[in-house]
């Protein structure tokens, strides 16, 4: 009896011991930093070049390893379903490229991040003042059609593009005024600019869009007692749900929040899984590793998982339970 009821109490606290997940190391020699998926969830890119490699340029490995072929011998920054290369240029110009016919366009970004729509038809781009207090800077968001001119959609102060909830609806960060304590994260209906802010903070960090754009998770620090932590909110409004945890955080799928918590004493980085519709934690399991430098991605498909090893700076693989 005694045993059982410790059992469940174990389960219902989430300190049920998991084993160690098996992964395979899929590039070695300590290359290959910020490896991304491919579409299809079966090969991760990675930027090399000599002298591992002949040449630089975009290579690709399998999920299961195995011969490293090139991808693109041009170095650009690529959409996420690969279908544009974007090229910034040494003044304003950034070209942007459709992989399928070659077609081009320009827009005056000055290097800046490109944010795509789901369905890569339109993007967004802010432009900051690179001078003064980042707090005080004025960003300039301007959204565009492919192949169309931008269009000017938001004025804030130490603001953030944060990504697209749809193809009209953009979700940001900043100060309504440079003399602001707070920023503010919203949502910004970038055709008939209504806005709805989530939440009021000294600050957002990790603002992570679930691939729907249904839910964002977010962290507060160096805040008041109330405000800081993680949290989750849908971006359609109302209240925020705290999750009680810290640590490095990726969406697994629309309703799968998977984190690997702060780990101060050591040993192995252990990977847990939250599910909003149940509101319940549970852990997946154990690396038999650390990350370094919080440097891991879930496959699109969100099957496998992919991280740098801490122990010998290889990218490992694993199949998620």
Not at 73 to 98: C, D, I, K, M, Q
Not at 195 to 202: G, W, Y
Not at 218 to 233: E, K
Not at 265 to 277: E, I, M, N, S
């Amino acid at each position: 009896m005694r045993r059982t009821l410790l059992a469940l109490a174990a389960m219902l606290l989430g300190a049920v011991e998991a084993a160690t997940l098996p992964s395979r190391a899929v590039l070695s020699g300590e290359c290959c930093p910020g490896v991304v998926w491919t579409p299809d969830s079966r090969a991760l890119l990675f930027l090399d070049g000599p002298p591992a490699r002949g040449s630089t340029g975009i290579y690709q490995v399998a999920a299961t390893g195995g011969e490293v072929t090139r991808r693109f011998s041009s170095v650009a920054f690529f959409s996420p379903a690969l279908r544009w290369a974007v090229r910034p240029g040494a003044g304003e110009a950034t070209t942007l490229e459709r992989l399928a016919d070659g077609r081009r366009f320009t827009l005056p970004t000055y290097g800046a991040d490109v944010a795509w729509t789901r369905a890569e038809t339109r993007l967004a781009y802010a432009r900051s003042d690179t001078s003064g207090n980042y707090d005080r800077r004025v960003t300039r968001v301007f959204v565009a059609d492919v192949f169309g001119a931008p269009r000017l959609v938001a004025t804030l102060s130490g603001g953030s593009i944060h990504g697209w909830l749809d193809d009209t609806t953009l979700l940001l960060s900043g100060k309504p005024s440079a003399g602001a304590r707070d920023r503010e994260l919203f949502t910004l209906n970038t055709r008939t600019g209504v806005r709805r802010t989530l939440r009021t903070a000294l600050g957002f960090r990790s603002v992570a869009l679930s691939p729907d754009g249904r839910q964002v998770a977010y962290t507060v620090a160096f805040d008041s007692a109330a405000r800081n932590g993680l949290w989750l909110q849908a971006t359609a409004g109302g209240s925020p749900r705290e999750l009680s945890v810290f640590g490095s955080y990726r969406w697994r799928d629309t309703t799968r929040l998977l984190l690997i918590p702060l780990n101060t004493a050591g040993g192995p980085h252990t990977l847990r899984q939250y599910d909003v519709t149940a509101n319940a934690w549970k852990t997946l399991g154990d690396l038999g590793d650390q990350v370094r430098l919080a440097d891991w991605s879930v496959s699109p498909d969100g099957r496998l998982l992919n991280y740098l090893s801490a122990r010998d700076g290889n990218v490992r693989v694993l199949t998620l339970p």
